[in-house]
């Protein structure tokens, strides 16, 4: 019992950040925009989260830090994709490869140092205990003491559904995503939304990231989002950037996740193996996907 | 949006490369001005390291070697139209297959060991593009999509292997046995580790060069590239043409793996890539979709590499400046990448 | 009605684009009030006037009165904002949306920031009952029938005001029952006090539905007339031209034995709906069969299937005697087939690549040795093609991009025909061309046929038709409907069967 009250424990805190740029990831895609830049708008969030932190020596500033910080990674990337036409797939890596190195530069720059980056004194995200909520039977232990983050996020699930199903702007995104001149020949500024919902992610990017540096860890390791980014968008892919499907897909990988080291430690099941599994998936339901398409195709050659 | 690969109209589309290659350089000397380094003093010690010298030019070739086979491999599927973003994971198994190979078959002779690795290695990058170039070809399944995600299965199942049923016990870090002696391509210029993987891949350019514009199937990439509509009107049998350049890209992105076990490493070592297969995108931009300008593309890239580590030792400059630069490279030749690439989305191959 | 100031008046509009002129000094008045259909060939330059008026293209030259004002139409809003509102051919709808969504989409009813989607079902619904455009506000596009969808397009130009509403070949995406459905709409739309512009290509529809006509021809208006006042066959004509062609040598042999030939051949169009039907056509050696038909009966399947990009749904396509159904496009080419295609700037040609590799596409198989160009054999046959067709070009390796239209097309017939093939399926090959140009193919398809080649020639224009062919066949709503010789073809029998009525009624 105990196990899996540990592990249920450790999968809802592992998921946080996934699911947060899986939201992200889901209004660009919401757009039209396959975002590869993710992974980018994380990590340098994640490091300017800790500075943040450390130099206000509050952890809300931290995550103020790390929101901005996402959005400008975001500006970047959208400016090149949307005003300079740039290859989406291409613009992301490089959104990507700029994070990294812009990261690594600065943490040599100004620490010093490769690798972890834990300033004495670093104020993490702390825990939250909600009243009575730790007496409930089972879920209590489950739900209880997590970073406000985490709480956060599935608010945030919650306004992301709403935002796409009621309200006139999710209605406006949805249109744009899925059939752009449909949408810009009755007036809809396309363009404008697709910033908009860029600059979105990379907010969401940036809580993400806040999470990992300043909730799971009170640290900050060079590359430490390490896929996570790809993990959310493979989510995306397995949700079809719908928010509840995606967050189930970012719960099942985030499980995977929590769960191979056990499954290593109890059963003897490699690491590796449930890390295949997210991606392996996705390129089964796509094909699933396609399959059906193709079956379904007019007699065309 | 339509995909079309423009014929290289060569110097004028190196030269735009140049002017990319120099504006990314104008942007890394801001940034280490910004942050109190002497940009132009990074920039000499660059030069000087990655060019000036024997050994450092060998360094740099050394460096460049992977990335011109992985430009190549990207090159080839890009020419076709063809999105190919799974260089990266070929490169793994087929470095773990011509691992294998060389630890396995440890009684051949070199003269036979090296061209099996080679080989295994090839057929196995091609064997893993048989999947998202399928799926391309027959059902029409986005390619990017699926070459990202099949990159992961590739790193973590290559891990499995060095980590479980290769495992080399007492080692802290993963990685397989060692290849055995005869596998070990020679040194071409000691102590640098260049070794005989450069002057494969020096074969492989001119071939490729060869096959792009000499063979009836670089005809059918070229037209499939250049206008899929036309191509299919013309009797291109399209599907067969994607498939086999994933293959193709496949098979060279495979090579790009065997050349780093065989020439640098010795044995496949866990996550061994800094991302070779995805600086093949930069690569094959920045040289036009050419296999010449390949070349070119990843001997500067390989000059940065080489001259990064160098950097940060004696002038206090963080190799991922590095980085930085590249970064800045990959943007600014995206963004006029457009003008000859008007970006697509499945007006291709009906 | 021509006495009152018309809603809408374009004067002298002209628009250029490359290479094309589109619309050439051409004044056209819409009443208040009415139907009026716009009719002509694909290229005839209706949808480019239209376009212009709903501010999709800006003209190069002209001026638009609405009720008799001179307006500026510079954007699509100020088109909307003036009351003019566009159905386009392929729909602008959002498939995961509902139709009440799709209707109010960009003008939505709102609560605070959220979507009022009480509202906009009732709009949906007030506005369906009011113009008989019944639609299930809460269904999503995507689980509409295209006809249903297309009163929800006809319902989103409404929501907006629309005073003017223009369709573009609203008919071709409809069966049989729902165009008398739409007819029933348009009707109504006018009792409400709208004014309909409808763009088609069928005859029948002209008659059945508009108040007036205006046929468009090469850029220019042949003319405007009440709709009673016109008979099918005299609109076909105007529609293809009357202007008698320059005489043709022909002569040579009488036909051979069959060549080309397709057997009971369907197939359906890239919506699935059915394009042609149980089409059966012979073509002998020496011989010339040419295809008449208002467009957008068939034809583009027609050629895609002979060529061998679209998969017949059933029957069969046999060359020389040798059933090529299931082969595929090189397949077909090796066995001696050719193809001038509608397109030669998407299907005929790779404007990217050289010439040389333009002019070996089809032959580049030929032309290696086990994979490997035999790259003096290219340079030698592309050279000698150039000579022979005349093609003007700086040099073999440079893009194809340079060349003007007319050497492009001396490109694509240098390679189809320089190969000396059986048989050619030709699909427009004159058009967009200027004189000389244009009697250079002509030439070339006579030669064809001198030599013995069998030549199916698909044109939309009637003069090419008559000039060159042997056989005429008519195709109509997908079928053949009638097969004359050329020299029994009167144009008054070819009109009639090109309106959809048989030839001896």
Same mark, same amino acid.
């Given at each position: 019992?105990?196990?899996?009250?540990? +592990?249920?424990?450790?999968?809802?805190?592992?998921?946080?950040?996934?699911?947060?740029?899986?939201?992200?990831?889901?209004?660009?895609?919401?757009?039209?925009?396959?975002?590869?830049?993710?992974?980018?708008?994380?990590?340098?969030?994640?490091?300017?989260?800790?500075?943040?932190?450390?130099?206000?020596?509050?952890?809300?500033?931290?995550?103020?830090?790390?929101?901005?910080?996402?959005?400008?990674?975001?500006?970047?990337?959208?400016?090149?994709?949307?005003?300079?036409?740039?290859?989406?797939?291409?613009?992301?890596?490089?959104?990507?490869?700029?994070?990294?190195?812009?990261?690594?530069?600065?943490?040599?720059?100004?620490?010093?140092?490769?690798?972890?980056?834990?300033?004495?004194?670093?104020?993490?995200?702390?825990?939250?205990?909600?009243?009575?909520?730790?007496?409930?039977?089972?879920?209590?232990?489950?739900?209880?003491?997590?970073?406000?983050?985490?709480?956060?996020?599935?608010?945030?699930?919650?306004?992301?559904?709403?935002?796409?199903?009621?309200?006139?702007?999710?209605?406006?995104?949805?249109?744009?995503?899925?059939?752009?001149?449909?949408?810009?020949?009755?007036?809809?500024?396309?363009?404008?939304?697709?910033?908009?919902?860029?600059?979105?992610?990379?907010?969401?990017?940036?809580?993400?990231?806040?999470?990992?540096?300043?909730?799971?860890?009170?640290?900050?390791?060079?590359?430490?989002?390490?896929?996570?980014?790809?993990?959310?968008?493979?989510?995306?892919?397995?949700?079809?950037?719908?928010?509840?499907?995606?967050?189930?897909?970012?719960?099942?990988?985030?499980?995977?996740?929590?769960?191979?080291?056990?499954?290593?430690?109890?059963?003897?099941?490699?690491?590796?193996?449930?890390?295949?599994?997210?991606?392996?998936?996705?390129?089964?339901?796509?094909?699933?996907?396609?399959?059906?398409?193709?079956?379904?195709?007019?007699?065309?050659? | 949006?339509?995909?079309?690969?423009?014929?290289?109209?060569?110097?004028?589309?190196?030269?735009?490369?140049?002017?990319?290659?120099?504006?990314?350089?104008?942007?890394?000397?801001?940034?280490?001005?910004?942050?109190?380094?002497?940009?132009?003093?990074?920039?000499?010690?660059?030069?000087?390291?990655?060019?000036?010298?024997?050994?450092?030019?060998?360094?740099?070739?050394?460096?460049?070697?992977?990335?011109?086979?992985?430009?190549?491999?990207?090159?080839?599927?890009?020419?076709?139209?063809?999105?190919?973003?799974?260089?990266?994971?070929?490169?793994?198994?087929?470095?773990?297959?011509?691992?294998?190979?060389?630890?396995?078959?440890?009684?051949?002779?070199?003269?036979?060991?090296?061209?099996?690795?080679?080989?295994?290695?090839?057929?196995?990058?091609? +064997?893993?593009?048989?999947?998202?170039?399928?799926?391309?070809?027959?059902?029409?399944?986005?390619?990017?999509?699926?070459?990202?995600?099949?990159?992961?299965?590739?790193?973590?199942?290559?891990?499995?292997?060095?980590?479980?049923?290769?495992?080399?016990?007492?080692?802290?870090?993963?990685?397989?046995?060692?290849?055995?002696?005869?596998?070990?391509?020679?040194?071409?210029?000691?102590?640098?580790?260049?070794?005989?993987?450069?002057?494969?891949?020096?074969?492989?350019?001119?071939?490729?060069?060869?096959?792009?514009?000499?063979?009836?199937?670089?005809?059918?990439?070229?037209?499939?590239?250049?206008?899929?509509?036309?191509?299919?009107?013309?009797?291109?049998? !399209?599907?067969?043409?994607?498939?086999?350049?994933?293959?193709?890209?496949?098979?060279?992105?495979?090579?790009?793996?065997?050349?780093?076990?065989?020439?640098?490493?010795?044995?496949?070592?866990?996550?061994?890539?800094?991302?070779? #297969?995805?600086?093949?995108?930069?690569?094959?931009?920045? #040289?036009?979709?050419?296999?010449?300008?390949?070349?070119?593309?990843?001997?500067?890239?390989?000059?940065?590499?080489?001259?990064?580590?160098?950097?940060?030792?004696?002038?206090?400059?963080?190799?991922?400046?590095?980085?930085?630069? *590249?970064?800045?490279?990959?943007?600014?030749?995206?963004?006029?990448?457009?003008?000859?690439?008007?970006?697509?989305?499945?007006?291709?191959?009906? | 009605?021509?006495?009152?100031?018309?809603?809408?008046?374009?004067?002298?509009?002209?628009?250029?684009?490359?290479?094309? +002129?589109?619309?050439?000094?051409?004044?056209?008045?819409?009443?208040?009030?009415?139907?009026?259909?716009?009719?002509?060939?694909?290229?005839?330059?209706?949808?480019?006037?239209?376009?212009?008026?709903?501010?999709?293209?800006?003209?190069?030259?002209?001026?638009?009165?609405?009720?008799?004002?001179?307006?500026?139409?510079?954007?699509?809003?100020?088109?909307?904002?003036?009351?003019?509102?566009?159905?386009?051919?392929?729909?602008?709808?959002?498939?995961?949306?509902?139709?009440?969504?799709?209707?109010?989409?960009?003008? *939505?009813?709102?609560?605070?920031?959220?979507?009022?989607?009480?509202?906009?079902?009732?709009?949906?619904?007030?506005?369906?009952?009011?113009?008989?455009?019944?639609?299930?506000?809460?269904?999503?596009?995507?689980?509409?029938?295209?006809?249903?969808?297309? @009163?929800?397009?006809?319902?989103?130009?409404?929501?907006?005001?629309?005073?003017?509403?223009?369709?573009?070949?609203?008919?071709?995406?409809?069966?049989?029952?729902?165009?008398?459905?739409?007819?029933?709409?348009?009707?109504?739309?006018?009792?409400?006090?709208?004014?309909?512009?409808?763009?088609?290509?069928?005859?029948?529809?002209?008659?059945?539905?508009?108040?007036?006509?205006?046929?468009?021809?090469?850029?220019?208006?042949?003319?405007?007339?009440?709709?009673?006042?016109?008979?099918?066959? #005299?609109?076909?004509?105007?529609?293809?031209?009357?202007?008698?062609?320059?005489?043709?040598?022909?002569?040579?042999?009488?036909?051979?034995?069959?060549?080309?030939?397709?057997?009971?051949?369907?197939?359906?169009?890239?919506?699935?709906?059915?394009?042609?039907?149980?089409?059966?056509?012979?073509? @002998?050696?020496?011989?010339?069969? #040419?295809?008449?038909?208002?467009?957008?009966?068939?034809?583009?399947?027609?050629? *895609?299937?002979?060529?061998?990009?679209?998969?017949?749904?059933?029957?069969?396509?046999?060359?020389?005697?040798?059933?090529?159904?299931?082969?595929?496009?090189?397949? @077909?080419?090796?066995?001696?087939?050719?193809?001038?295609?509608?397109? @030669?700037?998407?299907?005929?040609?790779?404007?990217?690549?050289?010439?040389?590799?333009?002019?070996?596409?089809?032959?580049?198989?030929?032309?290696?040795?086990?994979?490997?160009?035999?790259?003096?054999?290219?340079?030698?046959?592309?050279?000698?093609?150039?000579?022979?067709?005349?093609?003007?070009?700086?040099?073999?390796?440079?893009?194809?991009?340079?060349?003007?239209?007319?050497?492009?097309?001396?490109?694509? !017939?240098?390679?189809?025909?320089?190969?000396?093939?059986?048989?050619?399926?030709?699909?427009?090959?004159?058009?967009?061309?200027?004189?000389?140009?244009?009697?250079?193919?002509?030439?070339?398809?006579?030669?064809?046929?001198?030599?013995?080649?069998?030549?199916?020639?698909?044109?939309?224009?009637?003069?090419?038709?008559?000039?060159?062919?042997?056989?005429?066949?008519?195709?109509?709503?997908?079928?053949?409907?009638?097969?004359?010789?050329?020299?029994?073809?009167?144009? *008054?029998?070819?009109?009639?069967?090109?309106?959809?009525?048989?030839?001896?009624?």
């Amino acid at each position: 019992m105990q196990a899996f009250t540990d +592990l249920a424990f450790a999968t809802l805190r592992l998921t946080t950040p996934i699911i947060l740029a899986a939201l992200a990831g889901l209004l660009s895609q919401q757009v039209g925009l396959i975002n590869i830049a993710l992974e980018g708008m994380m990590l340098a969030a994640a490091f300017a989260a800790v500075l943040g932190a450390f130099y206000a020596q509050h952890a809300l500033v931290g995550v103020v830090a790390a929101v901005v910080t996402g959005m400008l990674v975001a500006l970047v990337f959208a400016v090149f994709v949307l005003r300079f036409r740039a290859n989406l797939i291409v613009a992301g890596l490089a959104a990507n490869i700029l994070a990294l190195g812009g990261t690594g530069y600065l943490l040599q720059v100004l620490y010093q140092t490769r690798g972890a980056f834990a300033p004495p004194g670093l104020r993490g995200l702390g825990t939250v205990h909600i009243p009575g909520l730790s007496q409930i039977p089972i879920l209590g232990p489950i739900l209880d003491g997590h970073s406000p983050l985490v709480y956060v996020t599935w608010v945030l699930v919650i306004l992301t559904s709403i935002f796409l199903n009621r309200t006139v702007t999710g209605l406006r995104v949805r249109a744009v995503g899925e059939q752009a001149e449909a949408a810009t020949t009755v007036g809809i500024p396309a363009r404008r939304l697709q910033y908009g919902m860029l600059l979105a992610a990379g907010g969401l990017c940036g809580l993400a990231g806040a999470q990992m540096s300043l909730g799971n860890l009170q640290l900050f390791v060079y590359n430490m989002t390490n896929g996570r980014g790809f993990m959310a968008l493979a989510a995306v892919f397995f949700g079809q950037a719908q928010p509840w499907a995606t967050t189930l897909g970012s719960v099942v990988f985030g499980f995977f996740d929590a769960l191979q080291i056990r499954l290593q430690t109890t059963v003897g099941v490699p690491p590796q193996i449930t890390q295949i599994l997210p991606f392996l998936s996705i390129v089964v339901v796509l094909t699933w996907v396609s399959w059906r398409r193709y079956r379904a195709r007019p007699v065309a050659a | 949006m339509t995909r079309t690969v423009v014929r290289p109209q060569w110097v004028g589309e190196l030269g735009r490369s140049f002017v990319t290659f120099s504006a990314a350089l104008v942007i890394g000397a801001l940034v280490m001005v910004a942050t109190g380094r002497d940009a132009w003093g990074a920039y000499r010690t660059l030069f000087a390291v990655a060019f000036l010298g024997a050994q450092n030019l060998a360094d740099t070739l050394l460096a460049a070697t992977p990335l011109i086979f992985t430009g190549l491999a990207t090159a080839v599927a890009f020419r076709a139209g063809v999105f190919n973003i799974g260089v990266e994971g070929a490169l793994y198994l087929g470095a773990f297959a011509a691992a294998w190979i060389g630890f396995t078959l440890t009684g051949l002779p070199a003269g036979l060991l090296i061209p099996l690795a080679f080989l295994a290695a090839g057929l196995a990058g091609a +064997l893993f593009m048989l999947i998202p170039g399928a799926l391309r070809a027959y059902l029409r399944v986005d390619e990017i999509v699926t070459t990202i995600m099949l990159n992961y299965v590739a790193i973590s199942f290559t891990s499995y292997l060095v980590n479980y049923p290769y495992a080399v016990p007492g080692l802290a870090n993963a990685m397989s046995p060692k290849i055995a002696l005869a596998a070990q391509l020679p040194r071409l210029l000691p102590p640098s580790q260049l070794n005989l993987a450069l002057i494969v891949v020096l074969l492989l350019v001119p071939l490729v060069h060869w096959l792009l514009s000499r063979t009836t199937l670089g005809y059918e990439l070229r037209a499939l590239g250049s206008n899929p509509i036309f191509a299919r009107w013309s009797g291109v049998p !399209v599907p067969a043409v994607i498939l086999q350049v994933m293959l193709l890209s496949g098979f060279i992105g495979g090579l790009a793996g065997a050349g780093q076990v065989l020439g640098v490493n010795y044995r496949f070592v866990d996550n061994f890539s800094p991302g070779y #297969g995805f600086d093949g995108i930069t690569i094959a931009l920045l #040289g036009r979709n050419t296999a010449l300008g390949s070349l070119i593309a990843a001997v500067l890239l390989g000059a940065l590499r080489s001259g990064g580590a160098t950097l940060e030792l004696f002038v206090d400059i963080p190799k991922d400046l590095i980085l930085i630069l *590249e970064a800045t490279i990959i943007f600014f030749v995206t963004a006029e990448f457009v003008l000859t690439f008007p970006r697509r989305r499945h007006a291709g191959v009906h | 009605m021509a006495e009152a100031v018309p809603l809408v008046r374009m004067e002298e509009i002209s628009k250029a684009f490359p290479g094309v +002129l589109a619309n050439d000094r051409i004044t056209f008045e819409v009443a208040d009030g009415e139907i009026h259909a716009l009719v002509g060939e694909n290229g005839a330059g209706k949808t480019t006037l239209m376009r212009i008026l709903y501010g999709l293209e800006r003209a190069d030259a002209g001026r638009i009165y609405w009720s008799g004002r001179p307006v500026a139409i510079q954007s699509t809003e100020d088109a909307i904002h003036l009351g003019i509102g566009m159905v386009h051919q392929r729909f602008q709808l959002v498939p995961s949306l509902t139709a009440a969504e799709s209707v109010t989409l960009g003008q *939505e009813p709102r609560r605070g920031v959220f979507f009022d989607r009480a509202r906009a079902r009732a709009v949906v619904q007030e506005l369906g009952a009011r113009f008989g455009l019944a639609v299930n506000p809460g269904a999503r596009i995507a689980e509409l029938s295209v006809g249903e969808q297309q @009163r929800v397009e006809i319902l989103k130009l409404l929501y907006r005001q629309a005073r003017l509403l223009v369709l573009d070949e609203p008919t071709t995406v409809l069966t049989p029952q729902e165009v008398a459905q739409l007819y029933e709409v348009l009707r109504r739309l006018v009792a409400e006090g709208r004014t309909v512009i409808f763009i088609t290509h069928k005859l029948a529809e002209v008659l059945a539905a508009s108040d007036r006509v205006t046929v468009l021809r090469r850029g220019c208006v042949v003319g405007t007339l009440p709709t009673r006042e016109a008979t099918g066959e #005299g609109l076909a004509r105007m529609i293809v031209g009357e202007t008698m062609p320059a005489i043709l040598a022909r002569g040579g042999e009488p036909p051979g034995p069959p060549m080309l030939r397709l057997e009971r051949v369907s197939a359906a169009d890239d919506r699935g709906l059915p394009a042609l039907v149980e089409i059966t056509l012979e073509v @002998r050696r020496g011989e010339i069969l #040419g295809i008449a038909g208002v467009e957008g009966n068939g034809q583009k399947e027609l050629v *895609e299937v002979a060529t061998g990009v679209r998969r017949p749904t059933s029957g069969r396509f046999l060359l020389n005697g040798q059933d090529l159904t299931r082969a595929d496009v090189a397949a @077909r080419r090796r066995a001696g087939l050719a193809v001038i295609p509608e397109d @030669r700037y998407t299907e005929g040609l790779s404007l990217p690549m050289t010439i040389e590799d333009n002019l070996i596409a089809t032959r580049y198989r030929a032309l290696a040795t086990r994979g490997v160009l035999r790259m003096v054999a290219v340079r030698a046959e592309s050279a000698a093609l150039m000579r022979r067709f005349d093609v003007r070009a700086p040099h073999p390796r440079v893009s194809a991009r340079t060349l003007s239209g007319g050497n492009l097309q001396r490109v694509v !017939v240098a390679r189809e025909l320089g190969g000396e093939p059986a048989a050619l399926i030709a699909a427009h090959p004159t058009r967009g061309l200027d004189i000389a140009a244009a009697r250079f193919v002509h030439q070339q398809l006579l030669e064809m046929r001198t030599r013995g080649g069998a030549v199916l020639l698909i044109s939309a224009d009637l003069d090419e038709i008559m000039a060159l062919a042997d056989r005429i066949g008519v195709l109509f709503a997908g079928r053949i409907v009638g097969e004359l010789s050329a020299a029994a073809a009167t144009r *008054e029998q070819l009109g009639l069967l090109m309106a959809g009525r048989s030839a001896t009624a």
